[in-house]
T-cell receptor, first 115, second 111 residues
Framework: NAGVTQTPKFQVLKTGQSMTLQCAQD?????MSWYRQDPGMGLRLIHY???????DQGEVPNGYNVSRSTTEDFPLRLLSAAPSQTSVYFC??????????????FGPGTRLTVT | TQLLEQSPQFLSIQEGENLTVYCNSS?????LQWYRQEPGEGPVLLVT?????EVKKLKRLTFQFGDARKDSSLHITAAQPGDTGLYLC???????????FGQGTELSVKP
């Protein structure tokens, strides 16, 4: 199993550009989520999905779109990048939604810089 | 809004010392998890505590969930350089579907 894969690993965008961060998992997990990590702020939930065709907003959804057409894939779209979106983005998946104590498996992250 | 406050934010100690990291909230959580993250990688789950007062041990790491399920602690005995990393606590929100993370504790263990 590859686990959770994310592409690209690094990306530099200019303000106003759009892009899609890719996330895929091969563990047949129903629950997938996107987080951003900024220094001193831990991980903040952007969007999550409890299954194909179902998505919901997390703590910081503004400026980001998601869709879940298959169990395996959960792409994150930035429609018009802003410098405030400079961050490290992590995709995670788990067998079910928390609670109860389902382990979240994280991808290796995408480091995004918006200039 | 449920929040988790971790302390300290930074910790630099010598090999062999003991340390404790705290994760506190004014809200009750149904479960709390502790993750460890190394530079350039995603967090990896260390443990989940579910019952108030629960204590779990993972080699030199001891995790405790408060009786009221509002706080948790991570104690490391005889720290080693391999323990260096970012430690994150995370709680499942009461409405379900979301994991709330603390700010993290950056631990550096010097040989």
């Amino acid at each position: 199993n590859a686990g959770v894969t994310q592409t690209p690993k690094f990306q530099v965008l200019k303000t106003g550009q759009s892009m899609t961060l890719q996330c895929a998992q091969d563990m047949n997990h129903e629950y997938m989520s996107w987080y951003r990590q900024d220094p001193g702020m831990g991980l903040r939930l952007i969007h999550y999905s409890v299954g194909a065709g179902i998505t919901d907003q997390g703590e910081v959804p503004n400026g980001y779109n998601v869709s879940r057409s298959t169990t395996e894939d959960f792409p994150l779209r930035l429609l018009s990048a802003a410098p405030s979106q400079t961050s490290v983005y992590f995709c995670a998946s788990s067998y079910g939604k928390p609670p109860p104590s389902y382990e979240q498996y994280f991808g290796p992250g995408t480091r995004l810089t918006v200039t | 809004t449920q929040l988790l406050e971790q302390s300290p934010q930074f910790l630099s100690i010598q090999e062999g010392e003991n340390l404790t990291v705290y994760c506190n909230s004014s809200s009750v959580f149904s479960s709390l998890q502790w993750y460890r993250q190394e530079p350039g990688e995603g967090p990896v789950l260390l443990v989940t505590v579910v019952t108030g007062g629960e204590v779990k041990k993972l080699k030199r790491l001891t995790f405790q969930f408060g009786d009221a399920r509002k706080d948790s602690s991570l104690h490391i005995t005889a720290a080693q350089p391999g323990d260096t990393g970012l430690y994150l606590c995370a709680g499942a929100d009461n409405q379900g579907g979301k994991l709330i993370f603390g700010q993290g504790t950056e631990l550096s263990v010097k040989p």
